[in-house]
Structures are given as C-alpha cells and as structure tokens.
C-alpha cells in the first residue's frame, strides 16, 4: 500500500520542478533535532567546499560533489543505528559522515549539556575515520583501499563498533541487489537490521531497480531504497527519463511502501525513514523513499552539465539551499543566532581543513601495494 506523501511533488509534465520554499516547514521540528541534523550537515558542506576549492586551484583532479544533498542524506543516516547497513554513492558523504562520526568528539560543546541526541554514535575513533577518509579521497595510502581508488569506491566494517559500510558500484543501480542482498544476509540472521540504500534517479530505469525491488518485495527484506531525485540525472531532465508523475508510485507495481518527500526538509526526511525503519524492523518489508533534492552542481565538477538546467530552475534550487533553510528556522525559531552559526561554520571548516591537509601530507601507494594495508 502506499503512503501518503510528505511532501507532494508536480506530474511530470516537463515542466520545471516545484521547488520547497521555507515556509513549508520553519515551524516543526524540536530545536534539538535541528540542532543535531544541522551540525552534521554543516560539517558535510565544508567537507565538500574544501575538495571543491581544491580541484579550483588544480590540487584534486576530481570531484563529485554532494551539496545540495546534505538534508536528505544526513537525515536518512540518523535513522539507523549501529549493526545497520549503509550502501551509499558519490552524493552522499552526509550519510556516511552521520554514520562514521561522533561530532562532539570532533567539535566539544557544539551542543548544549542537556541535549538529547535523536542518534547515539557508534563509538570508536571518530578522528581517525575522518582522516583515514580523507586520505581515500585523495589516493592515501591510510585511506580505506590503501590510495587505490581515489573515490567513494570501498567498503568499511568495523563488527567491534556495529558499523557497516558498503561502498558505491559505478554503474549506480547495480548497488541495488547489493543492498537487497546485505538485508537478506539480516534476514537470515534473523537480526531485526535494516540495509538502506541512495541511488539517483537516472538509475531507475536499469533493470537493477526492478530486479532488486522485486525481490526485496517478494520476501519482505529489511531494505530501504532512498532515491536522490534532483530532476536532472547527469544531464537529462525527468520529462525524458519516466513517464510516472512520480517515482514513489512506482513501489505499489511491486507490492510495497513508497513514499515522496522533500529532501530539503531534514525533519519530513527523518520521519520518513523512521517509519521506514521500523516498517523493516517489524519484518513489514522495505519502502521506496522518493526524496526531492535540487541540482546544485553538475554530475562532476568541471563538466558542463549544470549548464543543461534552465536559468530559472537552477536559481529555484540555489534560494532553496537546504543548509540555508534549516539556518533560517534556527535563527528565526530562537534556538540560536547567526554569530553562533558563523562559529559553528568556522570549527568544521578548521576541523576539515586541518584533517584535509594532514591527510595531504601521507605517502601515495607503492605500485602493486597490497590493498589491505590499514592505518596504525
């Protein structure tokens, strides 16, 4: 049965996508929910400025940039706990962030004493996570696979913490059946785990998705597909991807939730996959989450696709930056002001900057270096 939408979306006319103006959700939310998902998404947007600026100066000869995402992604992270799985793309380092570190052990007293945490980290070593991350970013022989992959392509398990991370495929609805498979292995533990997933919508139209959400309906996994539709693909416009209003509506043809949402509404996105969550825990099967996002950037820096979406559209995305929106509703709420911002802004952009150039200054891999060589 479908849900109901969270957040509706416009028919798939071709016309440019609605998108969510402030308004639609200042007023809900505890203050110490948009605290928390703010601090994560804060520390996202910096982690991302920074490899940006460094692919600017010639630094970095990539990069696959996530802003724009962070709502959405860092919301999704905060509804699974440790012993969950993660399988994430190149969009969502708000995701694996949310899900690797511990930021008030990373930024002390970037929370008030009495808060209370809508998500307990897993434990372990956060600064080291994030450096070693850095270092997979950058071809570092500390880095997840040793500097062989320069990308999100790894996986990371540590059973001691609950933390498992599967990392991206780069034909992207490929990782569907991965995911699927993950929650099967729960499944067959008869673990009440949950595996969630984030593709983009272009890769709804591979045969991975049905094959992968057929299944996963068929035998009721623990499996939370998460699409990241920003309209656009790599460059194509959703007029000439599906011909559906939405892709939510896709999950009733295979018997299972579907649900829309606005991923610029960190709060609408965490209650989504609340419930999904628990719909998987109880042994209910999985859930297509649709979540809106707008296009920020292109498929990669450098390349020339942003400049395929229209004028108007693109400034709709831009005046509906999810990090601007969710700092409106703080300061106008009360809950703080805009010198704390500014503060907060300024402790991840050092906290990454200094973990960014510490990463820098590690050694590159030996040719034919054994890929399982870890940091000590």
């Given at each position: 049965?479908?849900?109901?939408?969270?957040?509706?979306?416009?028919?798939?006319?071709?016309?440019?996508?609605?998108?969510?103006?402030?308004?639609?959700?200042?007023?809900?939310?505890?203050?110490?929910?948009?605290?928390?998902?703010?601090?994560?998404?804060?520390?996202?947007?910096?982690?991302?400025?920074?490899?940006?600026?460094?692919?600017?100066?010639?630094?970095?000869?990539?990069?696959?940039?996530?802003?724009?995402?962070?709502?959405?992604?860092?919301?999704?992270?905060?509804?699974?706990?440790?012993?969950?799985?993660?399988?994430?793309?190149?969009?969502?380092?708000?995701?694996?962030?949310?899900?690797?570190?511990?930021?008030e052990t990373l930024?002390?007293?970037i929370f008030p004493?009495?808060?209370?945490?809508?998500?307990?980290?897993?434990?372990?070593?956060?600064?080291?996570?994030?450096?070693?991350?850095?270092?997979?970013?950058?071809?570092?022989?500390?880095?997840?696979?040793?500097?062989?992959?320069?990308?999100?392509?790894?996986?990371?398990?540590?059973?001691?913490?609950?933390?498992?991370?599967?990392?991206?495929?780069?034909?992207?609805?490929?990782?569907?059946?991965?995911?699927?498979?993950?929650?099967?292995?729960?499944?067959?533990?008869?673990?009440?785990?949950?595996?969630?997933?984030?593709?983009?919508?272009?890769?709804?139209?591979?045969?991975?998705?049905?094959?992968?959400?057929?299944?996963?309906?068929?035998?009721?996994?623990?499996?939370?597909?998460?699409?990241?539709?920003?309209?656009?693909?790599?460059s194509t416009p959703?007029?000439?991807?599906?011909?559906?209003?939405?892709?939510?509506?896709?999950?009733?043809?295979?018997?299972?939730?579907?649900?829309?949402?606005?991923?610029?509404?960190?709060?609408?996105?965490?209650?989504?996959?609340?419930?999904?969550?628990?719909?998987?825990?109880?042994?209910?099967?999985?859930?297509?989450?649709?979540?809106?996002?707008?296009?920020?950037?292109?498929?990669?820096?450098?390349?020339?696709?942003?400049?395929?979406?229209?004028?108007?559209?693109?400034?709709?995305?831009?005046?509906?930056?999810?990090?601007?929106?969710?700092?409106?509703?703080?300061?106008?709420?009360?809950?703080?002001?805009?010198?704390?911002?500014?503060?907060?802004?300024?402790?991840?952009?050092?906290?990454?900057?200094?973990?960014?150039?510490?990463?820098?200054?590690?050694?590159?891999?030996?040719?034919?270096?054994?890929?399982?060589?870890?940091?000590?």
């Amino acid at each position: 049965m479908m849900d109901q939408p969270a957040n509706s979306s416009p028919s798939n006319t071709g016309a440019p996508p609605e998108v969510s103006p402030a308004a639609a959700w200042l007023d809900t939310g505890s203050d110490h929910a948009l605290r928390e998902m703010h601090a994560y998404m804060r520390l996202t947007r910096e982690w991302d400025l920074r490899y940006e600026k460094m692919f600017k100066t010639g630094a970095l000869s990539k990069w696959y940039s996530s802003v724009g995402n962070e709502a959405a992604t860092v919301a999704a992270a905060s509804a699974i706990e440790k012993g969950d799985a993660l399988v994430s793309l190149h969009r969502d380092a708000g995701a694996i962030l949310r899900h690797y570190v511990d930021i008030e052990t990373l930024i002390p007293e970037i929370f008030p004493s009495n808060m209370n945490l809508i998500r307990q980290p897993l434990g372990g070593d956060s600064r080291e996570r994030l450096f070693r991350l850095a270092c997979q970013m950058l071809g570092r022989q500390h880095g997840y696979s040793a500097g062989h992959e320069r990308s999100y392509h790894y996986n990371h398990m540590e059973p001691e913490h609950g933390l498992i991370h599967i990392g991206m495929i780069s034909h992207l609805g490929s990782m569907i059946p991965v995911a699927a498979g993950a929650a099967l292995s729960f499944q067959q533990q008869k673990s009440d785990r949950v595996a969630i997933n984030f593709i983009g919508e272009g890769a709804t139209s591979t045969g991975d998705f049905h094959e992968g959400l057929n299944i996963a309906s068929v035998w009721k996994l623990p499996f939370i597909l998460i699409i990241e539709n920003n309209h656009w693909a790599f460059s194509t416009p959703t007029s000439q991807q599906y011909a559906c209003d939405n892709l939510a509506s896709r999950a009733i043809g295979y018997g299972m939730a579907g649900v829309e949402v606005d991923g610029n509404d960190p709060i609408a996105m965490h209650q989504v996959m609340q419930e999904a969550v628990q719909r998987a825990r109880s042994g209910e099967g999985p859930t297509l989450v649709e979540a809106h996002v707008g296009r920020h950037r292109g498929h990669s820096e450098g390349d020339d696709s942003l400049d395929q979406v229209p004028g108007d559209e693109l400034k709709g995305y831009l005046e509906n930056d999810p990090m601007d929106l969710i700092e409106t509703r703080m300061v106008n709420g009360g809950i703080v002001s805009r010198a704390w911002l500014e503060e907060i802004r300024e402790k991840c952009a050092a906290l990454i900057m200094e973990v960014v150039d510490e990463a820098m200054s590690m050694p590159e891999p030996e040719p034919n270096s054994d890929r399982s060589i870890h940091a000590e």
